[in-house]
C-alpha cells in the first residue's frame, strides 16, 4: 500500500519560496507507471493541479500553465521522495498542498495528509 | 485548459435516497474522467476512473457513466458516510482539471 508523508514550513513569507517534500512509502518514485503530483485547494481557486514528475527511461516534467515560471518539482531518488518549490509567492498562494500519485489513467490513486501553507509577512 | 462544471453545487438528501450529480467539460475526454469525495479535513479520495471503472475498495452503491462531454456520478443508496463534496476530475490534456465540486448534505 503506497503512503505519502508531506513535510514542510507552514508559514512562508511574501516573495519568498514555498518548499515542501513528499516521502513515499511503497512505490517508487523511479516507477515507470507512475507519475507523481503536487495538487493545492483553497476556497477562491477549489482544487488546483500544479505540476508532476514522472521517470519514462528518463525523467520528465509538467507543469500547470498558471504557475509554471515559478514553481519547480523535483524527484530525489536516493530518499525516494519528490518536492515542490513556488518562488515568489503571494497571499493568492496560501492554500492546502497535497502531494499525489497517479498510476497510468487511473487517477490520483494515492494522497499525502496535506499541508496548510499560509503567506504572510 | 479544459473547463470543468458540476451540478448541482450543493444537494440535500436522505439516508437511502439515490442521487446524481452531473459533470460536464468544455470539451470531449475520450472517457478520461475521474471522479472523487472529500470529507472535511482529508484528503480527496478517488472512487471512479475512466468514467465508469470502480476504485478498488469502494462500495458498489457508487457507479459512473457518460461520456463525450457529459458524465455522472450516481450513488444507489445513501449511506451516512457518504455526505461529503464530490468532485470530478478530467485528464484528457494537460493541465488535467477538476469540477468545483457538490457538497452533498443530509436534509
Known amino acids: 500500500q503506497v503512503q505519502l508523508q508531506q513535510s514542510g514550513p507552514g508559514l512562508v513569507k511574501p516573495s519568498q519560496t514555498l518548499s515542501l517534500t513528499c516521502t513515499i512509502s511503497?512505490?517508487?518514485?523511479?516507477?515507470?507507471?507512475?507519475?507523481w503530483n503536487w495538487i493545492r485547494q483553497s476556497p477562491s481557486r477549489g482544487l488546483e493541479w500544479l505540476g508532476r514528475?514522472?521517470?519514462?527511461?528518463?525523467?520528465?516534467?509538467d507543469y500547470a500553465p498558471s504557475v509554471k515560471s515559478r514553481v519547480t518539482v523535483n524527484p530525489d531518488t536516493s530518499k525516494n521522495q519528490f518536492s515542490l518549490q513556488l518562488n515568489s509567492v503571494t497571499p493568492e498562494d496560501t492554500a492546502i498542498y497535497y502531494c499525489?500519485?497517479?498510476?497510468?489513467?487511473?487517477?490520483?490513486?494515492?494522497w499525502g495528509q496535506g499541508t496548510l501553507v499560509t503567506v504572510s509577512s | 485548459d479544459i473547463q470543468m462544471t458540476q451540478s448541482p453545487s450543493s444537494l440535500s438528501a436522505s439516508v437511502g435516497d439515490r442521487v446524481t450529480i452531473t459533470c460536464r467539460s468544455s470539451?470531449?475526454?475520450?472517457?478520461?474522467l475521474n471522479w472523487y469525495q472529500q470529507k472535511p479535513g482529508k484528503a480527496p479520495k478517488l472512487l471512479i476512473y475512466?468514467?465508469?471503472t470502480l476504485q478498488s475498495g469502494v462500495p458498489s452503491r457508487f457507479s459512473g457513466s457518460g461520456s463525450g462531454t457529459d458524465f455522472t456520478l450516481t450513488i444507489s443508496s445513501l449511506q451516512p458516510e457518504d455526505f461529503a463534496t464530490y468532485y470530478c476530475?478530467?485528464?484528457?490534456?494537460?493541465?488535467?482539471?477538476f469540477g468545483q465540486g457538490t457538497k452533498l448534505e443530509i436534509k
Open positions: 499525489s500519485r497517479s498510476v497510468d489513467d487511473m487517477g490520483f490513486d494515492s
Open positions: 511503497g512505490d517508487s518514485v523511479s516507477s515507470n507507471s507512475a507519475a
Open positions: 514528475t514522472y521517470y519514462r527511461s528518463k525523467w520528465y516534467n
Open positions: 470539451q470531449t475526454l475520450n472517457n478520461y
Open positions: 475512466a468514467a465508469s
Open positions: 476530475q478530467q485528464h484528457y490534456t494537460t493541465p488535467c482539471s
